[in-house]
Structures are given as structure tokens and as C-alpha cells.
């Protein structure tokens, strides 16, 4: 299951970096650690990119909680992790803020071997991360580590207002 999360989330980043770099990246494998989980190349150039994947939330019901939260609809489900829902009751921005921050550390301790770049995906089905203030948010007040092994670090997000289609958000 946790490859399949993973090229799924593979094939939604590179749809829209392709379009936006002019590139036709393709999954080719999924290597084991230490490698990123996703090794991909660019037919025409041959260039070759990694993609390390991770979600923001375990599982949808936490996605969904902390947008229920910022709606005002306040439930008590028991799969709710108890420090979301108290942060997210407080200020859900910093909620959502402190579990980017969260995921990105985590995966910024790691080491890679890659004979490429790589680039951190994070994907997230939240339709809270697509609100405008939330995204600005994100970029005027994220801290990266200073060594990290990747270069780029992107968010990709579900735009509700779209029918299931999503967009991206370069953070570094």
C-alpha cells in the first residue's frame, strides 16, 4: 500500500512540475532505502530526478478533522490525534503549520543516496491548505534546515474547488 501512496503521489507531483518546467518526467522505479522512494527520468533529455514522499496526514479522517475545526464543526472522533485537536481548537493555522514543520524535519534528518536531485514531495488532501492565507502563511514563516539533502521541497495540494484536481507549491 505505502507504494502505491507513493507513486501516486509521484505521478501528481510530476503532472504538474512537467507542466510547469517543460520537462516530461516518468516514474521508472522504486527503489529501496537508502534510496527516494521514486526514481524518475526524462525521455527526451535523459535526465534523471528522485522524489522522496511523504503525506501530511495519516490518514483522511485527520485531514478532514482539522477542516472541520477552522469550519467551527468541532467532533470528538477518537482516531483524532488528542495534540491536533487541542492545537487545532487553539489556532488551526499553527496546527497545520507545526505538522508541515513536522514532516519536513523528519524527512530533512534522513540520508539519501541518489546519483540525482532530489526533491521532497509532501502530499496533502487537506482542502484547508488551499486557503490563500494559509499558503502565505506557509511561505513567509517556514524554516528549513540549513543542510538538507534536497533540492526542492514542494507541497502538493488538493483545490477542492476543482473536482479532485491539484496544484503546487514550491516551498524551497
Known sequence: MKRLIESTWGERFLKLYNVQHSTSFRITSQP????PDLKCEDPGSGDVL???I?????????AK???DLV???VTE?????????EDARKD??????????DRIYEKCSCRYVA????????????????VTEVQEEILSNIRIPDEHPFAGISLVLLEPSTYGEYRLLQIV
Open 54 to 62: 511523504t503525506e501530511l496526514w495519516e490518514n483522511d479522517a485527520d
Open 50 to 52: 528522485f522524489l522522496e
Open 77 to 85: 472522533d477518537e482516531q483524532l490525534h488528542r495534540k491536533l485537536a
Open 71 to 73: 469550519r467551527g464543526i
Open 92 to 101: 488551526p493555522y499553527d496546527a497545520y503549520f507545526n505538522r508541515l514543520m
Open 115 to 130: 546519483s540525482g536531485p532530489i526533491i521532497l514531495v509532501i502530499g496533502d488532501k487537506s482542502p484547508f491548505s488551499s
Open 32 to 35: 529501496n532505502p537508502p534510496e
Open 65 to 67: 478533522d482539522l477542516y
